[in-house]
């Protein structure tokens, strides 16, 4: 794997990035799993941060589960893209900002605790750039359970969850912008984020056990930089479909080896007439084109129009906004 030469720190990202253990001494497990003394766990953790392969040990939050996120774009002038993306960055609310090659050339993800936060946020945006902001709003999820696989081959993609809001309770979007968050390297990570939230260690553990079995928390566990970590050719292709032929077309291209998430959002009409997207992370140019290339033979996207960004910067990746930010600090 590039950039990771050590085996042990191969396996702590390859085996945890999901799944993490919902006990009070999480480490220990991985420790023992591994072979290694719990602190050398949470020593090599630390240093991964710190370089920068890692983000956090946290959660993802299934979308649209407890907040309201969107994709957007703007098309900034090439002299004012760098400023541009400065003033993004500045919204807590937008937790992914990546320039791609195309006349849309940021893309960034803005999410808050309702659909009226994320519209304030898109207006903000667009007043202090002086930019049109396309609003790429969801429609539905085919695969968006983002893992990396360090070991030679694809990654195991699991099937999709059903989410159940329904076992929501109060204070629990305060537990999970906490975990969004990411939580302490420690050796007792819930104990210290139980203190903080002034609950006992055991309800805590309970509430995030029903919040994962729920699909709410939708992975839990090692959020890696996948560009440091050699994924470095990262395309988001887009297809213009008809919106009957998605029912088809959507779990069959998120079920495509190479086809790191899949989802149908909203078009823009006259401007932007994509509805199904799809990401590609490769290590190269050239096998992200052949992962695409198997996936335009698709019978069910037999004919359609396509369109390749490829990345070529991050601005910005951090946890979903969940709480209003006065409330989330």
């Not at 009957?244 to 069959?252: L, M, N, S, Y």
Request: proline share 6%; charged share 25%; hydrophobic share 40%.
């Amino acid at each position: 794997m590039e950039h990771i030469t050590d085996p042990i720190d191969c396996r702590l990202l390859d085996e945890f990035q999901r799944d993490f253990p919902i006990t009070e001494r999480p480490f220990q497990v991985l420790a023992y799993v591994l072979g290694l003394e719990e602190a050398e766990v949470i020593d090599r953790l630390n240093r991964m941060r710190a370089t920068g392969r890692i983000t956090r040990v946290g959660a993802t939050i299934a979308p649209g589960a407890v907040s309201a996120s969107t994709l957007a774009a703007v098309s900034a002038p090439e002299e004012q893209l760098e400023e541009i993306a400065a003033q993004i960055d500045m919204e807590p609310g937008v937790n992914h900002n990546y320039q791609r090659e195309d006349d849309w050339n940021l893309w960034f993800v803005a999410t808050g605790p309702d659909r009226a936060h994320v519209n304030d946020t898109l207006a903000r945006i667009s007043r202090r750039t002086g930019l049109r902001v396309l609003d790429l709003r969801l429609v539905r999820p085919f695969n968006v359970d983002l893992g990396f696989r360090m070991a030679v081959g694809r990654p195991s993609v699991p099937s999709p969850r059903r989410v159940d809001r329904t076992v929501m309770q109060e204070g629990d979007r305060t537990l999970l912008q906490a975990l969004s968050t990411g939580l302490p390297l420690v050796a007792d990570p819930f104990t210290a984020l139980a203190q903080s939230l002034d609950q006992s260690v055991d309800m805590l553990l309970g509430r995030i056990q029903v919040l994962h079995d729920a699909g709410i928390i939708s992975r839990l566990g090692v959020i890696v930089r996948h560009r440091a970590l050699g994924w470095s050719a990262n395309a988001m292709v887009v297809w213009d479909l008809p919106s009957e032929q998605i029912d088809r077309a959507g779990p069959t291209l998120a079920a495509h080896p190479g086809v790191t998430l899949c989802y149908e959002r909203r078009p823009v009409q006259d401007v932007w007439p994509y509805r199904l997207y799809s990401m590609i992370h490769a290590r190269s140019r050239p096998e992200a084109r052949e992962v695409l290339a198997g996936a335009t033979e698709l019978p069910e996207l037999a004919g359609a129009h396509h369109k390749v960004l490829f990345s070529t910067r991050c601005f910005k990746q951090t946890g979903a906004l969940i709480q209003p930010k006065e409330v989330a600090a």
